[in-house]
T-cell receptor, first 111, second 114 residues
Framework: EAQVTQNPRYLITVTGKKLTVTCSQN?????MSWYRQDPGLGLRQIYY???????DKGDVPEGYKVSRKEKRNFPLILESPSPNQTSLYFC??????????FGPGTRLTVL | AQKVTQAQTEISVVEKEDVTLDCVYE???????LFWYKQPPSGELVFLIR??????QNEISGRYSWNFQKSTSSFNFTITASQVVDSAVYFC???????????FGTGTRLKVLA
């Protein structure tokens, strides 16, 4: 089944404790992206990647890191999480011009 | 700067009513793509449609239709004869050609009451 998977789906952590949210797609898509969704703000793009080793900043990259060492994986790294990074995170992939396929979301709480 | 505005935060309608969700965008680019996504209460994001900036033809898919007007920078979405299953948050989004930087609107929550 074609899909985008994210892990974990739920995470509660404390300020400053490094964490990684994994994202994997099995559709051989070149493009992948990370978003955060906050009430009243919609979806905001954090980082995106157009191919292996090619990444670029979205609208809200501060406090996040990404890497794209393999085509299928695009992990999101929070080196020192803060409470303002509490949010719902979505990973997405796309073959190109068309639709993005979204993962199920990761709900992160930073205490 | 690019921007997508969904001025309607929440809309409530009674089942079988028609409803239009507004989307206004700003861009200086001549080639761009517009999208609509649906987020039902279960939380997943579902693609509905993509439109290229050079194709102003309106599109109909069952009870859904989209009206793209470059003159007013709008890409509105109409649901005809709404159903309870249409209850969701709907997002309008834009991407310029040559980049994968997406701009989403803040979403419109649609409640369809039985």
């Amino acid at each position: 089944e074609a899909q985008v998977t994210q892990n974990p789906r739920y995470l509660i952590t404390v300020t400053g404790k490094k964490l990684t949210v994994t994202c994997s797609q099995n559709m051989n898509h070149e493009y992948m992206s990370w978003y955060r969704q906050d009430p009243g703000l919609g979806l905001r793009q954090i980082y995106y990647s157009m191919n292996v080793e090619v990444t670029d900043k979205g609208d809200v990259p501060e406090g996040y890191k990404v890497s794209r060492k393999e085509k299928r994986n695009f992990p999101l790294i929070l080196e020192s999480p803060s409470p303002n990074q509490t949010s719902l995170y979505f990973c997405a992939s796309s073959p190109g011009k068309g639709e993005q396929f979204f993962g199920p979301g990761t709900r992160l709480t930073v205490l | 700067a690019q921007k997508v505005t969904q001025a309607q935060t929440e809309i409530s309608v009674v089942e079988k009513e028609d409803v239009t969700l507004d989307c206004v965008y700003e861009t200086r680019d001549t080639t761009y793509y517009l999208f609509w996504y649906k987020q039902p209460p279960s939380g997943e994001l579902v693609f509905l449609i993509r439109r290229n900036s050079f194709d102003e033809q309106n599109e109909i898919s069952g009870r859904y239709s989209w009206n793209f007007q470059k003159s007013t920078s709008s890409f509105n979405f109409t649901i005809t004869a709404s159903q309870v299953v249409d209850s969701a948050v709907y997002f309008c989004a834009m991407r310029s050609s040559g980049t994968y930087k997406y701009i989403f609107g803040t979403g419109t929550r649609l409640k369809v009451l039985a």
